[in-house]
Nanobody
Framework: QVHLVESGGGVVQAGGSLRLSCAASRSIFSFNYMDWYRQAPGKERELVAT???????NYADSVKGRFTISRDNAKNTVYLQMNSLKPEDTAVYYCHVRVYPSDYWGQGTQVTVSS
């Protein structure tokens, strides 16, 4: 079992910044992929960012240049730095890891961006 706990969400004005944290219950060093997803009301959950064990990253086009995913293996934590936030970024953000054959999700943290 891997428990993931997100934190750092809140309410910010457009153009502001937030840093989300995902704390894992055990070492993340061996995880090949860790991800951030988000889901807005009435919409499908979408992949926002991925970081690999090699530290290579991928981003959704909608957040590229504004969001940065990173990890601190010593702290068993993955981060999502979100800058230049837009109202369209409003969603519940979820941390995710695949440990074959299981998927593990955090409880989610709400991000609300006001106009």
């Amino acid at each position: 079992q891997v428990h993931l706990v997100e934190s750092g969400g809140g309410v910010v004005q457009a153009g502001g910044s937030l840093r989300l944290s995902c704390a894992a219950s055990r070492s993340i060093f061996s995880f090949n992929y860790m991800d951030w997803y988000r889901q807005a009301p009435g919409k499908e959950r979408e992949l926002v960012a991925t970081i690999r064990r090699s530290d290579s990253t991928n981003y959704a086009d909608s957040v590229k240049g504004r969001f940065t995913i990173s990890r601190d293996n010593a702290k068993n934590t993955v981060y999502l730095q979100m800058n230049s936030l837009k109202p369209e970024d409003t969603a519940v953000y979820y941390c995710h890891v695949r440990v074959y054959p299981s998927d593990y999700w955090g409880q989610g943290t709400q991000v609300t961006v006001s106009s």
